[in-house]
């Protein structure tokens, strides 16, 4: 196991495009994170699944980022129509139950909207 | 209101013990504290985790007071390897809080 994969590394899309993201986690993490960081700031998160059942999603996520886990593997986020402030690396991670907050992160997709 | 407050940035020598403090009055009561070091381009990377007093693992140690409200990361001999930013990762404002990273700090370790 290579620990924590994201795919594209890198993405370049025009404003009012939809993108989408996905990210294999640890294959025996039961846990899997959507972060969002901006430069110089801390990651932001944005969403959690446990298994295929996502549990948690911030207040100030947008209704444009949906996140699938469809068979508690893979993950994928989606965000439609993009806008310029959507512009920031995306960071996805994976843990087991036990590991509480000691997450393993992928390199991240950063994505720039021009 | 900063929900977490970390230095910005500091400076050290090689061989030098760094302490970092995170402060974060309103966290949750029933929560852990995570650190996590970042190099550029890369995803953060866990260093240690703790509830209350002291934890310590092989790269770091965890100081935290009764009251919580703040947490103190120690690396114990810093090398320039070490050069990175430090998060905090803290639950803020009860159980059904949101969990938030820090500002970071930028540590900077010079020969």
């Known amino acids: 196991d290579t620990g924590v994969s994201q795919d594209p590394r890198h993405k370049i899309t025009k404003r009012g495009q939809n993108v989408t993201f996905r990210c294999d986690p640890i294959?025996?993490?039961?846990?899997l994170y959507w972060y969002r960081q901006t430069l110089g700031q801390g990651p932001e998160f944005l969403t959690y699944?446990?298994?295929?059942?996502?549990?948690?999603k911030s207040r100030l996520l947008s209704d444009r980022f949906s996140a699938e886990r469809p068979k508690g593997s893979f993950s994928t986020l989606e965000i439609q129509r993009t806008e310029q402030g959507d512009s920031a690396m995306y960071l996805c991670?994976?843990?087991?139950?036990?590991?509480?907050?000691?997450?393993?992160f992928g390199s991240g997709t950063r994505l720039t909207v021009v | 209101l900063a929900k977490t407050t970390q230095p910005i940035s500091m400076d050290s020598y090689e061989g030098q013990e760094v302490n970092i403090t995170c402060s974060h009055n309103?966290?949750?009561?029933?929560?852990?504290i995570t650190w996590y070091q970042q190099f550029p381009s890369q995803g953060p990377r866990f260093i240690i985790q703790?509830?209350?007093t002291k934890v310590t693992n092989e790269v770091a140690s965890l100081f935290i007071p009764a009251d919580r409200k703040s947490s103190t990361l120690s690396l114990p001999r810093v090398s320039l390897s070490d050069t990175a930013v430090y998060y905090c990762?803290?639950?803020?404002?009860?159980?059904?809080?949101?969990?938030?990273f820090g500002k970071g700090t930028k540590l900077s370790v010079k020969p």
């Open positions: 699944f446990q298994n295929e059942a996502q549990l948690e």
């Open positions: 990762l803290v639950r803020i404002g009860g159980s059904q809080g949101n969990l938030i």
């Open positions: 991670a994976s843990s087991l139950s036990i590991d509480n907050y000691g997450y393993t």
């Open positions: 309103n966290i949750a009561t029933n929560d852990y």
């Open positions: 703790g509830y209350k």
């Open positions: 294959s025996e993490h039961n846990r």
